[in-house]
């Protein structure tokens, strides 16, 4: 039990709202795709998500302020609902099936409930603060926890895109935790923060994060046992990198990670 459950479960029925929209838009022939000033795309799907879930936070939180990727907003407010109508858009219009609707809610500036709806891939992961983590596919719901796993020689990591290293970090100091770990991929996007949480992978860093991209796994790798962090090792999703782990393996990476 939560003292947000009744949040969560709202979060819920937001996610219900959003899937759908993107499950009947997903491969459609006649997505109408666009290119934001950041030139990053964007489909009428993201933008259809975004207005229905404000329209029921509108009704249902009339109190509480939203941000979102594509409406914007402000995170200067006690209770904000954060936003990312399609993380993975490129594999959304791509017809690849690995994107998902990411809603958090976000209390004093700490994220306390999060979900992460995949519906072409039949899974959704959620979590509220002190309620635990939990996800669910087509056999059914469980609690979900990081892996054991202590040794960086052993670990699974995973990133988004090497070359966003290139052009905002460091790909040198992303290659040496590569190089310290047992066996590296590229899952991309919020998937690999969801693996982390249900312990099948170890580590998931990106250089360069959004609010809206990462809200969600403040809350749900942390009740799921594991650590995240920006790169700069603070507890904030709004830091503009992160690193989710299973958090024996968290100082290691964020040492090999400096620059």
């Known amino acids: 039990?939560?003292?947000?459950?009744?949040?969560?479960?709202?979060?819920?029925?937001?996610?219900?709202?959003?899937?759908a929209i993107t499950a009947t838009r997903f491969r459609a022939h006649d997505l109408a795709v666009e290119r934001k000033p950041d030139r990053t795309p964007v489909t009428d799907a993201d933008v259809a998500v975004e207005d229905a879930v404000r329209a029921v936070l509108a009704s249902e939180r009339p109190d509480d302020v939203v941000m979102g990727e594509e409406r914007g907003g402000t995170l200067d407010a006690s209770r904000v609902w954060v936003l990312d109508p399609i993380d993975g858009t490129k594999n959304f219009l791509r017809g690849v099936p690995v994107w998902a609707t990411l809603i958090a809610l976000v209390e004093d500036g700490v994220p306390v409930v999060g979900v992460v709806s995949a519906p072409a891939m039949s899974r959704r992961w959620w979590?509220?603060?002190?309620?635990?983590?939990?996800?669910?596919?087509?056999?059914?719901?469980?609690?979900?926890?990081?892996?054991?796993?202590?040794?960086?020689?052993?670990a699974y990591v995973s990133t988004t895109d090497i070359k966003s290293w290139v052009e905002y970090h460091?790909?040198?100091?992303?290659?040496?935790?590569?190089?310290?770990?047992?066996?590296s991929r590229a899952f991309g996007d919020f998937y690999q923060h969801c693996l982390v949480a249900e312990g099948a992978i170890d580590l998931a860093p990106e250089c360069v994060a959004n609010p809206w991209d990462i809200a969600p796994f403040q809350v749900l790798v942390t009740e799921a046992g594991g650590r995240f962090t920006s790169l700069d090792g603070e507890e904030r999703y709004d830091g503009g990198s992160v690193l989710t782990s299973n958090g024996h393996l968290h100082e290691a990476a964020l040492k090999l990670l400096a620059r």
């Open 127 to 154: 979590a509220a603060a002190g309620g635990g983590a939990f996800a669910s596919d087509a056999s059914g719901e469980r609690a979900i926890s990081v892996s054991g796993v202590r040794s960086l020689e052993d």
């Open 1 to 19: 039990m939560s003292r947000h459950d009744a949040d969560l479960e709202l979060a819920l029925r937001l996610a219900d709202a959003a899937d």
């Open 170 to 183: 460091s790909r040198e100091a992303y290659l040496r935790l590569v190089d310290a770990t047992w066996e």
